[in-house]
């Protein structure tokens, strides 16, 4: 089992910033971590969970079109953890934010879920 722990979570002023770590333990099978895909979602009250950034074990990433220019994901596979460095912070960033590491075998896919950091912007 791979177990996910977020922090760096809090309040934070409109437009300020935060910086999001995950730190993951415990690779499956002897899998190392630089081999997962990893991602952050968040959720707000009364909404669905969305991605809102994502990194794959190559290095590629993609951003929800709402924090393109203003959030940055990084992974130190040294250290086992991924960032999530979010600047320019508005109100409706407001939300529980999730990191989430998959990967593939044989065509199937196995997500891991941390439990998650609240990040509160007031204006």
């Known amino acids: 089992q791979v177990q996910l722990v977020e922090s760096g979570g809090g309040l934070v002023q409109l437009g300020g910033s935060l910086r999001l770590s995950c730190a993951a333990s415990?690779?499956?099978?002897?899998?190392?971590?630089?081999?997962?895909?990893m991602s952050w979602y968040r959720q707000a009250p009364g909404k669905e969970r969305e991605m809102v950034a994502a990194?794959?074990?190559?290095?590629?990433?993609d951003y929800a079109d709402s924090v393109k220019g203003r959030f940055t994901i990084s992974r130190d596979n040294a250290k086992n953890t991924v960032y999530l460095q979010m600047n320019s912070l508005k109100p409706e960033d407001t939300a529980v934010y999730y990191c989430k590491g998959r990967y593939v075998f044989r065509g199937v896919k196995y997500d891991y879920w941390g439990q998650g950091t609240q990040v509160t912007v007031s204006s």
């Open positions: 990194i794959t074990s190559g290095g590629s990433t």
């Open positions: 415990g690779a499956a099978s002897g899998l190392s971590f630089n081999r997962y895909d």
